[in-house]
Each structure stands twice: as structure tokens, then as C-alpha cells.
């Protein structure tokens, strides 16, 4: 059985347009909050209320939601996690950001890979707390 070189061509095509959305999917993937991340909130001013800590933070999607993601925030206090906080936060897919909070209190994470960096900035533009955390596997 012969292929026309037109088919030829066609299929060639097609191939090359699946390898590209593999390769984007890949990408977007590589970049997903989704997971369970570990790290450091290390106090960025010296108010005596602020404590550096340990956390972990647990990201889930939000069914039929795409820009938005749920989170728990939790502590280590003496080897043990305790739950700050949880709720939706936004998440910029473009940008590979998350945001949560008014502009008086807001945090903004930037997603890169296995890692996501980022800050809380509270009124007059002042960096209250700076955050890095690493996917875990």
C-alpha cells in the first residue's frame, strides 16, 4: 500500500501539532501549583509580633474553577503542623502567580518549577514576610 505524498504530508503535520500540545501540556505542568510544598516564612520586617517559620502549604484544585486554587497553611510548631489558615486563592495561570488577600494585606507567589517565591505586603507597600517553598516528590 502506497501513501500519496499528500497523506504523507498530512500526517506529518498532525504529528508535529501533537508533539507541540505534549510539549505545552509538559510546560503548564512543570509550573502547576497543585501539590504539596515545603518551606521557609521568614519575617521581612522586625515587628515583635513575627515569627520565621516552617511551613507547608497544600494546594488542590478547584473543580470547574481554573483560576482559583484552595489552599491549607500550615505551621510547624515543636515537629508538629498546625493549621494557620485555608481557602481559595487566585491563581494567574499566564503569569504563574498566586494571590490572596486585599491590597492592604496580600500575598503574591510566583510559581517556577519546583519552587514558589513570593511575598506578604502590608499597608504603605511594606514587605511583612518573604516565603520560598520546594514541591515535594
Not at 498546625?82 to 491590597?103: C, I, N
Not at 517565591?117 to 514576610?129: A, D, E, K, S, Y
Request: neutral net charge; hydrophobic residues 40%; contains cysteine.
Amino acid at each position: 500500500m502506497e501513501m500519496s505524498v499528500g497523506k504523507i504530508l498530512i500526517s506529518m503535520i498532525l504529528l508535529v501539532w501533537l508533539v507541540g500540545l505534549a510539549v505545552a501540556q509538559e510546560a503548564e505542568d512543570a509550573n502547576s501549583p497543585i501539590g504539596i510544598w515545603r518551606g521557609a516564612s521568614i519575617c521581612a520586617s522586625a515587628p515583635p509580633s513575627c515569627h520565621d517559620e516552617q511551613v507547608v502549604y497544600y494546594i488542590e484544585a478547584i473543580p470547574d474553577h481554573p483560576d482559583s486554587v484552595q489552599i491549607r497553611a500550615d505551621k510547624i510548631v515543636d515537629g508538629k503542623s498546625v493549621t494557620m489558615g485555608s481557602g481559595p486563592w487566585e491563581y494567574d495561570r499566564a503569569k504563574h502567580t498566586l494571590s490572596m488577600g486585599p491590597e492592604q494585606r496580600r500575598w503574591l507567589l510566583t510559581v517556577t518549577g519546583n519552587r514558589i517565591g513570593g511575598t506578604l505586603t502590608v499597608p504603605q507597600n511594606i514587605v511583612f514576610r518573604r516565603m520560598t517553598l520546594t514541591k515535594a516528590n
